[in-house]
């Protein structure tokens, strides 16, 4: 985890480049890029011990903008929805038999849903959090099964749980974004276009 927030810190210190400035951004509404669709391919790591260890892969996120002026009419805000999939992939040993490693890997597709909802708190600043749910699916290694045992399959896992993300971007301009995203189950960093 430490590592997780080192990486934060050092994407901060280089986007930001010099001391913030206040702004009044977050205080007038609708003064947003206007954008149809954003398209965010993106790095993934996964941090939490789906496999054992820490995974780490790619992915995409694809968001919707559907209120412009979002949940609160007096700040700068936006309400989106979010759909994506990121393809991870785990280095850890499964299941021991006497000292033997069985299934030592696996990779994990992520299907994330989310609700986006956005505050522009400053002139190239927006922040977000995302709750929802995703769908997963796990595609372990073959050498899981010993082959001296009968009956054995190679599993996979299948199901549904709670997604949450916050995150924040930088925007270069109204159509490009360097995009944070730290949430369960990935810590993503992507280029957003708009």
Not at 84 to 92: I, P, S, T
Not at 159 to 187: E, I, K, N, Q, W
Request: glycine share 14%.
């Amino acid at each position: 985890m430490r590592w997780v927030i080192s990486v934060g810190a050092a994407l901060l210190a280089i986007v930001s480049g010099g001391p913030a400035r206040a702004d009044d951004t977050i205080r007038r509404p609708g003064d947003h890029p206007d954008y149809k669709v954003e398209i965010e391919p993106q790095l993934a790591l996964g941090w939490t011990d789906w496999y054992g260890a820490g995974g780490y892969g790619a992915g995409a996120r694809f968001t919707i903008p559907i209120v412009d002026k979002g949940f609160v009419p007096s700040i700068n805000d936006t309400v989106a929805i979010g759909f994506g999939a990121d393809f991870l992939h785990y280095d850890a040993c499964h299941y021991f038999n006497g000292g033997v490693g069985y299934g030592c890997g696996a990779n994990y597709l992520f299907l994330p849903v989310v609700m986006q909802w956005n505050f522009y708190v400053a002139q190239r600043w927006s922040v977000f959090a995302e709750p929802g749910l995703f769908l997963f699916h796990g595609f372990f290694d073959t050498s899981y099964c010993d082959p001296r045992f009968a009956g054995c399959g190679y599993p996979a896992s299948t199901g549904v749980d709670f997604a949450f993300f916050v995150g924040g971007r930088y925007h270069f301009s109204d159509t490009m974004a360097l995009t944070m995203r730290l949430g369960y189950p990935t810590v993503t960093v992507g280029l957003s276009f708009l």
